[in-house]
């Protein structure tokens, strides 16, 4: 088949706009993939149009939004959760981690056409029917041309779990506790925002059924937080302190990733009497702020059951599995192989 590219402009100021055109093209759309930092309740008809269409045997959307200035309400959130719950074998909703997010654009596959929509419009009511915007129409009949380079950059972060995350993961209710549209940031400074929109850890029960086979991180680490850098961890993450959780600070992001990887943490500090001492913890959360002693942090509870073991008695214990540990207190972060993690589990009595 000859290939064919046809190209055309929409500015919303005739009777074709681009909301006269998804409604038109999405009838017969199989597959839809939709970017857009804003998007409010008369744009979200649509979609459930879509995905009501009986008609349209096979369907899929998946749809990538941003929180870029605080734009996107509370409700209209919930909203797209409800329809990711009530639609889900037919749709993907995805936020985009970087609160900058501000694309706008529409990939719709009818199996004989690729459609592509990119321009300024957001996909709100105005943005898809007032006068204002101006948007550019790729129509092919093949999937290797532009549409491919669009889903290409599109897969790049809705298929990736470090730049994208599904709106079922989205702390709603935090987000509502400081939810005021932003009009524009001079720079990345709303710290707020960018705490809730990072890649959220695995989820984790707040007691496993067995530890056994637990993925665990040996981690030693000298000195004592400053103040400042404690106040701005209370300031940013208050529900740690209400939680009861501990929290440490890493200078390196790899070694903050592998923790964030991490079932559980055995843990060297100073006890009340200054000794050092062992204790296994759950990892429960994480967070990048900057601070003075660093940006990198993670928060863990206490593994219910488990002993603190002073390290006169354990350290015999970590030379037979291996484990090198200096006495004056030398760093050290890396992971235990699973032998080394059950016998030092059966040491402090956890199951």
Same mark, same amino acid.
């Given at each position: 088949?000859?290939?064919?590219?046809?190209?055309?402009?929409?500015?919303?100021?005739?009777?074709?706009?681009?909301?006269?055109?998804? /409604?038109?093209?999405?009838?017969?759309?199989?597959?839809?993939?939709?970017?857009?930092?804003?998007?409010?309740?008369?744009?979200?008809?649509?979609?459930?149009?879509?995905?009501?269409?009986?008609?349209?045997?096979?369907?899929?959307?998946?749809?990538?939004?941003?929180?870029?200035?605080?734009?996107?309400?509370?409700?209209?959130?919930?909203? +797209?959760?409800?329809?990711?719950? #009530?639609?889900?074998?037919?749709?993907?909703?995805?936020?985009?981690?970087?609160?900058?997010?501000?694309?706008?654009?529409?990939?719709?596959?009818?199996?004989?056409?690729?459609?592509?929509?990119?321009?300024?419009?957001?996909?709100?009511?105005?943005?898809?029917?007032?006068?204002?915007?101006?948007?550019?129409?790729?129509?092919?009949?093949?999937?290797?041309?532009?549409?491919?380079?669009?889903?290409?950059?599109?897969?790049?972060?809705?298929?990736?779990?470090?730049?994208?995350?599904?709106?079922?993961?989205?702390? +709603?209710?935090?987000?509502?506790?400081?939810?005021?549209?932003?009009?524009?940031?001079?720079?990345? &400074?709303?710290?707020?925002? &960018?705490?809730?929109?990072?890649?959220?850890?695995?989820?984790?029960?707040?007691?496993? *059924?067995?530890?056994?086979?637990? *993925?665990?991180?040996?981690?030693?680490?000298?000195?004592?937080? $400053?103040?400042?850098?404690?106040?701005?961890?209370?300031?940013?993450?208050?529900?740690?302190?209400?939680? &009861?959780? /501990?929290?440490?600070?890493?200078?390196?992001?790899?070694?903050?990733? $592998?923790?964030?990887?991490?079932?559980?943490?055995?843990?060297?500090? #100073?006890?009340?009497?200054?000794?050092?001492?062992?204790?296994?913890?759950?990892?429960?959360?994480?967070?990048?702020?900057?601070?003075? /002693?660093?940006?990198?942090?993670?928060?863990?509870?206490?593994?219910?059951?488990? +002993?603190? #073991?002073?390290?006169?008695?354990?350290?015999?214990?970590?030379?037979?599995?291996?484990?090198?540990?200096?006495?004056?207190?030398?760093?050290?972060?890396?992971?235990?192989?699973?032998?080394?993690?059950?016998?030092?589990?059966? /040491?402090?009595?956890?199951?």
């Amino acid at each position: 088949m000859k290939s064919t590219f046809h190209f055309d402009l929409i500015t919303n100021s005739t009777n074709i706009t681009l909301e006269s055109e998804l /409604d038109f093209h999405l009838q017969g759309a199989q597959e839809v993939c939709i970017a857009s930092a804003f998007i409010n309740q008369g744009a979200v008809e649509h979609l459930i149009n879509y995905l009501e269409n009986r008609k349209q045997k096979t369907k899929f959307l998946r749809l990538l939004v941003g929180l870029y200035g605080r734009f996107n309400s509370p409700q209209i959130l919930s909203e +797209l959760m409800r329809i990711q719950n #009530r639609y889900s074998a037919n749709c993907q909703i995805r936020i985009a981690v970087n609160e900058r997010f501000h694309w706008k654009c529409y990939l719709l596959d009818t199996g004989k056409k690729q459609i592509s929509f990119v321009g300024s419009a957001n996909f709100t009511s105005n943005g898809i029917s007032e006068s204002g915007e101006m948007v550019v129409r790729v129509v092919e009949n093949e999937k290797n041309g532009f549409s491919k380079r669009g889903r290409d950059e599109f897969n790049k972060i809705f298929d990736n779990a470090e730049e994208s995350f599904s709106i079922l993961q989205f702390p +709603l209710e935090k987000y509502k506790s400081l939810y005021k549209p932003q009009p524009y940031y001079e720079s990345n &400074s709303d710290t707020n925002l &960018s705490e809730l929109l990072k890649k959220p850890l695995k989820p984790k029960s707040a007691i496993f *059924k067995s530890y056994k086979g637990a *993925k665990v991180r040996l981690l030693i680490q000298n000195g004592y937080m $400053k103040v400042n850098s404690v106040k701005i961890v209370s300031k940013y993450k208050s529900e740690w302190e209400r939680l &009861s959780y /501990d929290y440490s600070c890493f200078d390196s992001k790899r070694n903050y990733i $592998k923790a964030c990887e991490a079932d559980l943490i055995l843990y060297r500090e #100073r006890n009340n009497e200054g000794n050092w001492a062992y204790t296994f913890y759950q990892v429960m959360d994480k967070t990048e702020i900057s601070t003075p /002693d660093g940006k990198y942090f993670i928060a863990y509870k206490k593994v219910k059951g488990s +002993l603190t #073991r002073k390290q006169s008695i354990i350290i015999k214990k970590l030379e037979e599995l291996n484990i090198s540990v200096s006495k004056r207190g030398t760093a050290i972060d890396r992971n235990l192989t699973r032998k080394q993690s059950d016998e030092l589990m059966k /040491d402090f009595r956890i199951k």
